[in-house]
């Protein structure tokens, strides 16, 4: 069994028994799907590093997630995520930085549109970034668009709670108001987790860094303006 069939399997067995008298039984075999799984996110930062050198020295822990949830925020009552996730992040996942995040899971269940899929940015903004995200595009000279225009054909960008009008203070006619509207700027895309090609996934993360880039802009000049 293939590294990624090991990974898949133990997920859906866990999606079949998610209570915890079943997964302590079953402890080794989760360990070996961790096991598979950070060794692919290994293989990630290494790749990406050498396109973005913001993630050298990323850890995996400094990326992954615990499979327990936080039962104050489990909305069905299970006590096991039936997915393995990793956000890779200049310094870290809690950096608050956006960064490149790589999933493999269910699908069924779960919050996830999909079953196993790669998103680049994040899915929230403190509104003082997203507003000066909102003032680069808008005065930018189609810098933005630009970049969306060259990404790989699996990305797109979120539309999730994009708003209807142009926000207070934009010009609702302006040229790239469409993006202005945008609440979540966060690019998302599937992969076919039966036949993984990393190297088509740092493909598919490479032609994102000029996104990543100019969303990471934004939160560092947040940041200097609030010292």
């Not at 979120?158 to 945008?182: H, S, T, W």
């Amino acid at each position: 069994m293939s590294p990624m069939d090991t990974i898949i399997s133990f997920l859906r067995q866990l999606e079949a028994n998610n209570n915890k008298p079943w997964f302590d039984a079953h402890k080794g075999e989760y360990m070996e799907a961790r096991a598979n799984f950070n060794a692919i996110v290994e293989k990630l930062i290494q790749g990406i590093s050498e396109f973005d050198p913001t993630v050298r020295g990323v850890g995996i822990k400094e990326c992954t997630y615990r499979i327990h949830k936080d039962m104050r925020f489990s909305k069905d009552g299970l006590p096991y995520k039936t997915h393995f996730g990793a956000f890779i992040a200049r310094g870290g996942k809690k950096s608050g930085y956006s960064g490149y995040y790589f999933h493999i899971g269910t699908g069924s269940g779960e919050i996830y549109p999909c079953r196993s899929f790669l998103a680049v940015g994040n899915y929230y903004m403190e509104p003082k970034v997203l507003k000066i995200i909102r003032e680069d595009i808008e005065l930018g000279g189609g810098d933005f668009d630009r970049i969306i225009k060259g990404l790989h054909q699996s990305l797109s960008l979120d539309q999730d709670q994009k708003l209807k009008r142009a926000p207070l203070g934009f010009d609702p006619d302006g040229a790239y108001i469409e993006y202005v509207k945008l609440k979540n700027f966060c690019l998302s895309g599937t992969y076919d987790d039966t036949s993984l090609d990393i190297d088509l996934v740092l493909e598919v993360f490479k032609t994102a860094k000029p996104f990543l880039d100019y969303i990471n802009r934004a939160i560092e000049f947040s940041r200097e303006e609030s010292r």
